[in-house]
């Protein structure tokens, strides 16, 4: 179950890779790795995360996507250190999204998913 702050803030809240795991696991949210192809290649993707680079063309649209396709589900970023994603959250909450977090310490940061040991996907 994620935190009553994730659930009840305004702001985009930020969530530990272990809370962000477990809620993707559960089905509660959608994680969003929104690092480059060649991150993705170099460390694994999180296991169930979707690949959209934040530098893509159309990454707000594809969001929005994914936004459709799961009504009612929090889209929580990821990325190298945890500090873009956290960003990316709260410059689209700036422009009106809702339901968005961040992960703390991303893939590679203290803390982040693979110091976590975490499940990962190979990306081809």
């Known amino acids: 179950m994620l935190p009553a702050s994730v659930v009840f803030g305004q702001a985009p809240a930020s969530l530990s890779v272990r809370e962000a795991y477990e809620a993707a696991r559960s089905g509660e949210i959608i994680l969003v790795d929104i690092r480059s192809a060649a991150e993705w290649a170099d460390t694994g993707l999180p296991q169930g995360a979707v690949p959209l680079d ?3 063309t159309a990454f707000d ?6 936004r459709l396709d799961h009504p009612g589900k929090r889209i929580v970023l990821i990325d190298r250190t ?13 422009r009106g999204w809702r339901e968005l977090a961040g992960v703390r310490g ?5 803390g982040g998913w693979l110091a976590e040991k975490l499940p990962v996907m190979a990306y081809p």
């Open 54 to 56: 934040v530098d893509a």
């Open 61 to 66: 649209v594809r969001l929005a996507g994914l």
């Open 82 to 94: 945890g500090a873009q994603a956290i960003a990316v959250a709260q410059k689209l909450a700036g």
């Open 106 to 110: 991303g893939m590679l940061g203290p």
